[in-house]
């Protein structure tokens, strides 16, 4: 069933519960046709971050085995949690050589090796507690923190449904000053605007020290908004 079809059946359940069924011929009467637009607002119920190991040195290949290392005890702390195996991934993996110039002449000063994974976390309150433990077992860069609704279409639907509730008032408000009455609906068209990941703004950050340990990063997912609209003809009494 594509998406229109099954948004005009949630419609017609919606309109059909405060309108009396009517015989077929009404949808031959005059038609009115209305612009609804509602917002709807969720917490979101998950997060996805970005944990970086950067290391410098002289040597590839120590430079690359310290990084190895570092990314191994944070993924291990980052389990530790409780995250499962399948909510961790490599994201990227580089290994750069660093040159210093002078004159046009190009001398090698040394390698940076940078690891980066992604963490997906169901359970919000565990975020601060992950970027800690992460930090402190050696990874020295947040590079992102996003929050997401694992079902994000409750909150199309509850914009869509906001919509189609404005679209009825202002249509009750049109028919009552014409002297009619809504006896059904000729048409139905929706848009959303696909909602966002809340992206949380997160500086470079270094290992909290020993005073600070106890302390847990406060992170503060705040809500996700999504806009939807709807344009309804309906029918209207002679």
């Known amino acids: 069933m594509t998406k229109h079809k099954l948004f005009l059946a949630f419609f017609a359940a919606f309109f059909l519960a405060a309108v009396p069924l009517q015989p077929a011929f009404a949808m031959e009467g005059p038609g009115l046709s209305v612009e609804g637009t509602g917002r709807a607002k969720l917490a979101p119920d998950q997060a996805s971050l970005s944990l970086s190991v950067v290391t410098m040195g002289s040597s590839a290949q120590e430079v690359q085995a310290e990084n ?7 993924t291990e702390a980052v389990k530790a949690l409780g995250v499962e195996d399948r909510f961790v991934r490599t994201s ?4 750069e050589p ?3 110039y002078n004159n046009g002449a190009r001398k090698l000063k040394g390698y940076t090796a940078n690891n980066t994974i992604r963490v997906e976390v169901k359970e919000l309150g565990m975020v601060g507690r992950i970027i800690d433990s992460a930090l402190r077992a050696g990874a020295n860069r947040v590079d992102s923190l996003e929050f997401g609704l694992q079902a994000p279409q409750r909150l199309e639907q509850l914009a869509l449904k906001n919509a189609v509730a404005d679209a009825r008032s202002k249509a009750e408000a049109i028919a009552g000053a014409l002297g009619r009455q809504i006896v059904g609906l000729r048409q139905v068209s929706e848009s959303v605007n696909g909602y966002s990941r809340r992206n949380y703004e997160v500086s470079m950050l270094a290992a909290k020290s020993s005073d600070e340990a106890a302390a847990v990063t406060p992170v503060e997912p705040g809500e996700l908004e999504l806009s939807g609209s709807v344009h309804i003809e309906f029918v209207l009494s002679e």
């Open 92 to 95: 990227s993996i580089s290994l």
């Open 98 to 100: 660093q040159y210093d």
């Open 68 to 74: 190895a290392r570092k990314m191994q005890a944070v």
